[in-house]
């Protein structure tokens, strides 16, 4: 849940990593994406969007990483630093690397941090540099693993890594459940909160799966526009819900 020092955050945050959308609004020439979509992600705090394909999940991301036009206000308040650019870190749903992929995770993680071209030695400062990092996510053993023989829980610690390089103040993830087991959803998600908790940030995820609602601080329940906003409790029982999903999906992946 949302840090002590965080709970009276819509006074005015005291930490580094608060974001406001107000009144977003996406069109793609007469298609409207987005409608008026406006909420708070205060410091520390985890909020989970929901919806189904095509709601507009991985079009406001979109927006929020500066990739696609929009009408409204984003804007990243810093106590410390007033209104600023914030840094975000992206975890894209997973890629599925090819099992015969002979690329190893520490040349991924140079490649992608660095513009380093794959062939290269790596040099021993580089190694520990990416040790650090994977030790952030308890991934240290991954380092020499080639990418298409992890898991897709490893395969999203390693993504997390990336993106927590350098440490960012928004850490975005799409998707981060997919394509891993019941297991591995419990692991990122006790990674997650170890992460905002040490490093004070936000953290905005989409997700299909409904079980892990209860881990979070607010649910977005979002298709165009937001149609319920709470915990998971709230949401899952709210009538915007059924309406999209039916009855029994509250405990159920959809």
């Given at each position: ?179 891993v087991d019941m ?35 607010k649910v977005i ?34």
């Amino acid at each position: 849940m949302i840090p002590k020092r965080h709970l009276d955050c819509h006074r005015g945050c005291d930490g580094r990593c608060c974001l406001r959308l107000e009144h977003l609004t996406v069109k793609l020439e007469e298609d409207l994406i987005l409608d008026d979509v406006s909420f708070h992600l205060h410091c520390g705090e985890l909020i989970a969007l929901i919806g189904p394909n095509g709601a507009g999940k991985s079009s406001l991301f979109k927006s929020i990483l500066g990739l696609m036009p929009y009408q409204g206000k984003i804007t990243f308040e810093s106590a410390e630093r007033g209104r600023q650019k914030p840094r975000i870190g992206y975890v894209p749903q997973n890629p599925g690397f090819d099992p015969g992929d002979p690329v190893s995770v520490l040349d991924l993680f140079l490649t992608a941090t660095t513009r380093r071209p794959a062939f290269l030695p790596v040099s021993k400062s580089q190694r520990n540099k990416v040790l650090d990092s994977l030790k952030r996510v308890n991934g240290e053993e991954l380092i020499d693993r080639r990418v298409g023989t992890l898991s897709g829980g490893e395969v999203q610690r390693v993504l997390l890594a990336m993106a927590l390089e350098p440490l960012p103040n928004l850490l975005i993830l799409d998707e981060p459940m997919s394509g891993v087991d019941m297991e591995g959803e419990q692991q990122l998600l006790n990674l997650l909160d170890q992460i905002r908790e040490e490093f004070d940030l936000s953290i905005l995820i989409s997700t299909h799966d409904f079980q892990t609602l209860n881990r979070v601080d607010k649910v977005i329940l979002l298709q165009k526009r937001i149609l319920a906003a709470g915990n998971a409790q709230v949401v899952l029982h709210s009538p915007a819900f059924t309406q999209l999903f039916g009855t029994g999906k509250g405990g159920a992946q959809a």
